[in-house]
Nanobody
């Protein structure tokens, strides 16, 4: 199990930027990958970006490519999501997640077993 705590959400205008952070602790295993997911009201949870913790390979949803960047600081057990050029459709609760699986590049939420409580991002037009 891994405890995950997100921070950095907030309200911004379209075109603005936010940086989300996720602090990981209490590891009983070393995640093979970590990711960011989001869920808007009335919609399913969707994968935004994932990173393989060993090689640092990253994968993004098409909707955020070129605007969002996922990164990690393994020495500090931190995960980040830099979000630029935000759009109203990016409004959602954002979750940090950890997985011991190997197919994380598919961005499927059911591959991730540990989740944070989420941080709200609201983008106004």
């Amino acid at each position: 199990q891994v405890q995950l705590v997100e921070s950095g959400g907030g309200s911004v205008q379209a075109g603005g930027s936010l940086r989300l952070s996720c602090a990981a602790s209490g590891h009983t295993y070393k995640p093979t990958c970590m990711g960011w997911f989001r869920q808007a009201p009335g919609k399913e949870r969707e994968g935004v970006a994932v990173i393989y913790t060993g090689f640092g390979s990253t994968y993004y949803a098409d909707s955020v490519k070129g605007r969002f960047t996922i990164s990690q600081d393994n020495t500090e057990n931190m995960l980040y999501l830099q979000m630029n050029s935000l759009k109203p459709e990016d409004t959602a609760m954002y979750y940090c997640a950890a997985s011991s699986g190997y197919s994380c590049s598919t961005l499927r939420a059911n591959l991730f077993g540990d989740w944070g409580q989420g941080t709200q991002v609201t983008v106004s037009s």
